[in-house]
């Protein structure tokens, strides 16, 4: 019904606009088409100047109406995003000064000069000095702004500080899923062709690389440390992703076959945040930026940031991939069952089970 009044009111409205065209056409033929050429040019002149300031007030409705619904983060909550916010603001503040005063000259001058008999228009051609001007002062401003962003862009995705933690993060149709280095702070060697759900082996490590027995493998949930810089491995599994930490104001595309990186360093907790923001559900969100397929919208995952000992405490409790994979490698398998328990059809009891595997082991 809706969708029928909205046809029909577009429709009416060309209509409309028809007529008065075809009218005004018939008056201008009655009226002369000198005097209905100079009546026109003065609507003209008149509804640009409405234009104008319809205009402004539009853009300042919409700034006031949606400001607390684009940027609804608070403040950014690691290093990088306090120089990205900056940048921001400048680039908003310029190009502002720069629409109003542009906008303004534009439709102004065209209601102010508008055809008067009283005038004669002045023609000039060329004019070096104002060509100077308009070429130097915008070719200025853009090199600092630009400058500012390739310096902070190097800065980002360059070498990270030696105490950074290390994440790799990996992106698939739809999920995302973060390996920790474990101990060694190393992250163990990968090979596509490895890649096997059913064998625990989600990111294709390769088990004979002794850097990947410690890796911690997980899903949906990332643990960062706050005030410890992060660097982040970022790959993907089959289509182009993007990391988005909107919270952080950082930003990596994922791509198949190419890591890519960038570091950073949160600067508040997720407690502190729930806080700042006076909201108890609060989390960091990792979204993904690049639209990678129909189930795009649901490729979120959520941060925590904490403080150290929260994160090694958290750490101690994930069990390697490696172990996950290969259960004949774990030392604490075989204590699975519950003491007391039938272990299996044998009616041997868990400890029992546990008795034997370990006088095997001796
Ligand atoms: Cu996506």
Redesign the pocket.
Known sequence: MQTFFIIAILALGFLVTFQIAKASEYVSVIRGEEQSRRQSNKINAFLLLMFLIVGLIGVYYCNEKLAGKILHYGNPSSDHGVLVDRMLIITLWVTFIVFVLTQACLFWFSFKYQESENRKPYYFPHDNKLELLWTTVPAVVLTVMVGFGIFYWFKITGDAPKDAMVVEVT?S??KWEFRYPGKDGILGKKYYKEINDAKSNPLGQLWDDPANQDDVYGTTELHLVVNRPVKMVIGAKD?I??VGLAHFRMKMDAVPGTPTTMWFTPTKTTKQMRDELQDPEFVYEI???????K???S?RGTIVVETQEEYDTWLITQKPQYLTANPSKDPNAVKAPAAGAPADSTGKTGTDTVKAVASAMH
């Not at 979204?287 to 397929?293: H, I, K, L, P, V």
């Open positions: 992106g149709q739809f289509v992703h993007d979204s993904c930026d690049q639209m990678c397929g189930g795009h919208y490729m």
